[in-house]
């Protein structure tokens, strides 16, 4: 965060030197929330205004089981509503999905984490949205959205910049810049746990990539303190009937993580796997996991001594 006298003109010398970063941005980025979502709406009514042909559709990329989120074509952020209900296996509330939210809009970023600024109560005209997402809305994200006389009212949203899914970039970038992007997304879960970030779910399309070639995260629904989880190893099985069994053989708690079952998920083919294990390996292991937790609570205990 910044202490100015007058952030306008902080806001306009950054501008002058970082020519592509929306103004909004760099409000948020030095610690002017408010100014920075003021900008951001001014932002999108200028866009609904030069394009009015423009209208929100469903976000290209992998449906989600917690968000319903949405775009403009030609606008560069994308919109996110909290669904009704969550598909199985699922089981966070409403509720969670709000406080997880917080907890980023709260929390050191790293570089890694996409602000996700909270609205409330937005009005827009019906025309803006494609026949299928408001059908979408009005059946999955009832309990946010309505239409009242031609007007859609969206009474709380999350609004981010838009990324390209990780898994999407993979399948249309050329191999070069997909061997850059698996290295940077291994460094970009190594950035979030020494921020103190565990991503939950460490899957491509929860990971996007950035106009420059970034990996960062912005699924935060599974999203907690990486020192409020417990990194097992997995026990050795007696039988092989343990192996295939539809549920563990051993106990697992609430906030057990197994780092060795990351290889089941993490979605790369040959060769950018091989890519990734070169590079990263460190990540399938306990160790790695529990040592950046030491160093978080070594780090937490020498601050609370200098307090």
């Known amino acids: ?4 006298e007058r952030p306008y003109d902080l806001v306009r010398f950054l501008s002058s030197i970082l020519p592509r970063k929306r103004i909004a941005e760099l409000y948020i980025s030095t610690g002017f929330n408010k100014h920075g979502k003021t900008e951001l709406y001014r932002e999108l009514l200028d866009h ?3 394009c009015s042909l423009d209208q ?3 976000s290209h990329g992998e449906r989600g089981m917690v968000m319903i989120v949405f775009n403009m074509p030609r606008d560069d952020i994308v919109f996110k509503l909290i669904r009704d209900h969550f598909a199985t296996p699922k089981k966070s509330t409403r509720q969670d999905v709000m406080a997880k939210y917080d907890l980023v809009f709260k929390h050191e970023l790293a570089g890694r984490l996409v602000d996700a600024m909270a609205f409330e109560h937005l009005k827009f005209d019906e025309c803006c949205f494609a026949p299928e997402l408001l059908i979408e809305l009005q059946r999955d994200a009832g309990q946010t959205v309505r239409v009242e006389n031609g007007n859609v009212i969206v009474d709380h949203a999350y609004v981010e910049r838009r ?3 990780l898994n999407i970039y993979l399948e249309e970038a050329y191999e070069e810049a997909c061997r850059k992007v698996v290295y940077d997304f291994g460094c970009a879960i190594k950035d979030l746990a020494v921020s103190n970030i565990f991503p939950g779910d460490i899957l491509l399309k929860n990971f996007g990539v950035t106009r420059h070639g970034r990996v960062v995260f912005y699924d935060y629904d599974e999203l907690c303190p990486l020192t409020s989880c417990t990194f097992r190893k997995l026990p050795q099985s007696s039988s ?3 192996e295939i069994a539809s549920e563990p053989w051993f106990y697992v708690d609430e906030n057990d993580v197994f780092p060795e079952e990351f290889r089941q998920f993490l979605g790369l083919a040959e060769p950018l796997r091989r890519e990734f294990m070169s ?7 306990v160790d790695f ?6 160093c978080l609570l070594y780090t937490s205990d020498a601050a609370d ?3």
């Open 240 to 242: 092989y009937d343990d």
């Open 305 to 307: 001594d200098l307090a």
């Open 48 to 50: 609904m205004t030069e």
């Open 279 to 285: 590079h990263h390996a460190d990540l399938f292991s």
């Open 56 to 58: 929100f559709e469903i």
């Open 163 to 165: 990324v390209t899914p």
């Open 1 to 4: 965060h910044v202490d100015v």
């Open 289 to 294: 996991w529990q040592q950046t937790q030491a």
